[in-house]
DNA sequence: ACCTGAACACCGTTCAAGT
DNA sequence: ACCTGAACACCGTTCAAGT
């Protein structure tokens, strides 16, 4: 698996979470993929949060954040959100991580300054920006958690929600093909972002 | 600390993690504070998730959803968000139990079909309610866990952000303040409210 | 129906020690 | 600088057994 790093330890256990989600992301395990005691990753992170924080610096330093235009900042707002779910999409399972460590890396921090200096061109207070901008990075997060189908059990769960009395979920039932999974992704995340940002345009 | 049943364990587990974080409530931790053995809460709940899946659906209980009226449908799509906000807001620490549990209990089911309802009479498709129903009620335990200040080490990271390098992160820098504190909760809240409200209804 | 005892496999982490 | 060995305290969980 290749040599034993801050950076390769991170990338392994990115890897680790992707086929198998993050509660299999544990330091013993990673440690005997690399072949290696337990403790010998003790020497490159604090301790397994250290380690969180590090796949959370990943995420951030994965985002390509678009080169600063004349556009409306609404469309440059759009842009941002968009390159941060572009970053996140391919690592669904540890995205959440993202939703506490905005400040914990100097990429993540790169990303939110981008963001708040966005919100404050639009004219919102430093106040506004703060409340908005955070939110709105989380709320991409939450996008990828709640995008349908990616709670465990498709085939399971269809066929749970089908069965349901149409009494008493007439529109849980009535959406029940489109809530177990998601046809068309892209869409789907694209009136995501509309979402967002149409709502943050509302309130200027 | 009372009788031993599923609805009490229930109750002693956000306790549990009202004071301490949901990494806190542990098995064996409730056992030994209800004096029993760990095996006992195996009768009431199949495994550890199974008690999750029980808060979760105690928070969808808590939720008192408004009566149905002739109002718009944004007016009562904003009561109804409003309302499972309410029912979080007292227990920050297991709202996230609710992102992946929507539809594990008869309560989550209800208030799901509650959103997915007004936003069918609003006009939508039922693939939109879908993605949207769900997104929104996502987005709101996001609200609460994004909540500026919610994060751990308030006066360590407020002296951190403050202490970052104005050049680089300006802005950042400009709302270190808010961003550690949130001074004002109810108004964050309704603002959060208002940025979905709209959101949606920029898509329709 | 409801709980216990003993045991298992697995965690994260500390500390002293090796090279 | 980088890793190991042994140990500790703590998990969730199974299984057979008790009342």
């Given at each position: 698996v290749g040599?034993?790093?801050?950076?390769?330890?991170?990338?392994?256990?990115?890897?680790?979470?992707?086929?198998?989600g993050?509660?299999a992301?544990?330091i013993?395990?990673?440690a005997h993929?690399?072949?290696?005691?337990?403790?010998?990753l003790?020497?490159?992170?604090?301790?397994?949060?250290?380690?969180?924080?590090g796949i959370?610096?990943?995420?951030?330093?994965?985002?390509q954040?678009p080169?600063?235009?004349?556009?409306?900042?609404h469309?440059?707002?759009?842009?941002?959100?968009a390159?941060?779910?572009?970053?996140l999409r391919?690592h669904?399972?540890?995205?959440?991580l993202?939703?506490?460590?905005l400040?914990?890396?100097?990429?993540g921090?790169?990303?939110?300054d981008?963001?708040?200096g966005?919100?404050?061109?639009?004219?919102?207070?430093?106040?506004e920006?703060?409340q908005?901008?955070?939110?709105?990075?989380c709320?991409i997060?939450?996008?990828?958690t709640a995008?349908?189908?990616?709670?465990?059990?498709?085939?399971?769960?269809?066929?749970?929600?089908?069965?349901?009395?149409?009494?008493?979920?007439?529109?849980?039932?009535?959406s029940a093909?489109?809530l177990t999974?998601?046809?068309?992704?892209?869409a789907?995340?694209s009136r995501?972002?509309?979402?967002?940002v149409q709502?943050?345009?509302?309130?200027?």
């Amino acid at each position: 698996v290749g040599k034993l790093s801050r950076s390769s330890i991170v990338t392994g256990a990115i890897a680790q979470a992707d086929l198998e989600g993050l509660e299999a992301v544990t330091i013993r395990r990673l440690a005997h993929d690399y072949g290696v005691t337990p403790m010998a990753l003790y020497w490159h992170f604090k301790d397994k949060d250290a380690l969180l924080d590090g796949i959370a610096e990943r995420l951030f330093v994965d985002v390509q954040l678009p080169v600063q235009t004349e556009d409306p900042w609404h469309t440059q707002l759009r842009a941002t959100l968009a390159a941060f779910l572009t970053a996140l999409r391919p690592h669904p399972s540890v995205a959440e991580l993202t939703l506490t460590r905005l400040f914990l890396s100097d990429a993540g921090l790169v990303v939110t300054d981008r963001v708040l200096g966005l919100l404050r061109s639009a004219g919102f207070s430093a106040e506004e920006a703060a409340q908005f901008g955070s939110y709105l990075l989380c709320a991409i997060t939450t996008l990828i958690t709640a995008e349908p189908g990616r709670a465990v059990g498709t085939e399971e769960k269809q066929a749970m929600l089908s069965a349901l009395s149409a009494e008493k979920y007439p529109h849980v039932v009535a959406s029940a093909p489109e809530l177990t999974a998601c046809a068309n992704s892209d869409a789907y995340y694209s009136r995501g972002l509309d979402l967002l940002v149409q709502g943050v345009r509302g309130l200027s």
